[in-house]
C-alpha cells in the first residue's frame, strides 16, 4: 500500500464514534484488515526514508491504550500510529507519523530530552543561536513546519540569564516539527511522497542536534 484508503479513516471514524469492547470485537475483522493496509503503507513509508537517512527501526504502536493511570478509560485509540527510529549513537531525533480522522500530523524531534541533553541543548543555544535560528527560519522549513514547537518554562531556567536575548529558546523543554494533514491530503495519492518530503526538510534541523548532542561545548566528541 502506498497510499491510505478511505476505509481506513472510516473505520478510524466509526471507532472513535464506538469506543467499547463489544463494537470492537464485533469489527476486529475490519480492524485486522484496516491495520494490515496500514503496515504496508507504514512499510512503503520507511522504505522511502532508507532511500535519505539510516534508519534501524520502525514501530507500529499498539491500538489499545494503556487506561490504568488515565482519566479517559476507553480502551482503543482511534488512530495508527508510528514510529521510526535512526540508527547509531550518532543521528539522533526520529521520525513519527498519526493517521486519525480529521487529525492527521507527522512530527519529528525531541519529545522528552533527558536533563543532560536538555542542559546541553540550552548550552548551545546560550553560546550561539545562530545556527539553529537559520535552519529554523530557513523557508523550507517554514513551508513544511511553521516553527520550532514544544513546551516551554514560564521563565529562564536556574543558572540562565532571565534577559538573555535567545531566551525564547532557552526556555523551551521540548524541540518538535509538526505538520498536520486533512482528510483530503491524506487521502491524496501523493500523500506518501508529501511525507517523505517533509521528513527531507527535517533534516538540517536532526543533523545539527546531532551534532550538538554528540559533542560538548568545545566541538570534542562525546561518543565512544
Given amino acids: 500500500m502506498t497510499s491510505i484508503s478511505k476505509t481506513t479513516l472510516d473505520f478510524l471514524s466509526a471507532l472513535k464514534e464506538n469506543n467499547n469492547r463489544d463494537w470492537f470485537n464485533e469489527h476486529k475483522p475490519e480492524f485486522q484488515l484496516e491495520q494490515k493496509k496500514a503496515k504496508e503503507f507504514y512499510s512503503a513509508l520507511m522504505q522511502k526514508l532508507k532511500t535519505h537517512d539510516d534508519i534501524d527501526?520502525?514501530?507500529?504502536?499498539?491500538?489499545?491504550?494503556?487506561?490504568?493511570?488515565?482519566?479517559?478509560?476507553?480502551p482503543y485509540k482511534p488512530h495508527f500510529a508510528g514510529s521510526f527510529s535512526r540508527a547509531t549513537k550518532k543521528l539522533r531525533g526520529g521520525y513519527y507519523l498519526r493517521i486519525r480522522s480529521g487529525e492527521s500530523f507527522l512530527a519529528g524531534g525531541f519529545w522528552e530530552p533527558n536533563k543532560d541533553d536538555l542542559l546541553r541543548i540550552r548550552k548551545e543555544f546560550e553560546t550561539d543561536s545562530t545556527e539553529i535560528r537559520a535552519i529554523i527560519n530557513n523557508?523550507?522549513?517554514?513551508?513544511?513546519?511553521?516553527?520550532?514547537?514544544g513546551d516551554s518554562l514560564k521563565t529562564a531556567p536556574r543558572g540562565f540569564d532571565k534577559e538573555h536575548p535567545d531566551l525564547d529558546l532557552i526556555r523551551?523543554?521540548?524541540?518538535?516539527?509538526?505538520?498536520?494533514?486533512t482528510d483530503d491530503e491524506v487521502l491524496n495519492p501523493n500523500f506518501l511522497e508529501e511525507i517523505n518530503e517533509s521528513y527531507k526538510a527535517m533534516r538540517p534541523y536532526f543533523n545539527y542536534m546531532s551534532d550538538v548532542l554528540t559533542t560538548d561545548l568545545n566541538g570534542v566528541s562525546i561518543i565512544d
Fill in 172 to 181: 523551551m523543554k521540548q524541540f518538535i516539527v509538526v505538520r498536520n494533514f
Fill in 57 to 74: 527501526q520502525f514501530k507500529l504502536f499498539r491500538i489499545y491504550r494503556d487506561v490504568r493511570f488515565s482519566l479517559d478509560k476507553t
Fill in 139 to 149: 523557508k523550507i522549513f517554514v513551508k513544511h513546519f511553521g516553527k520550532l514547537e
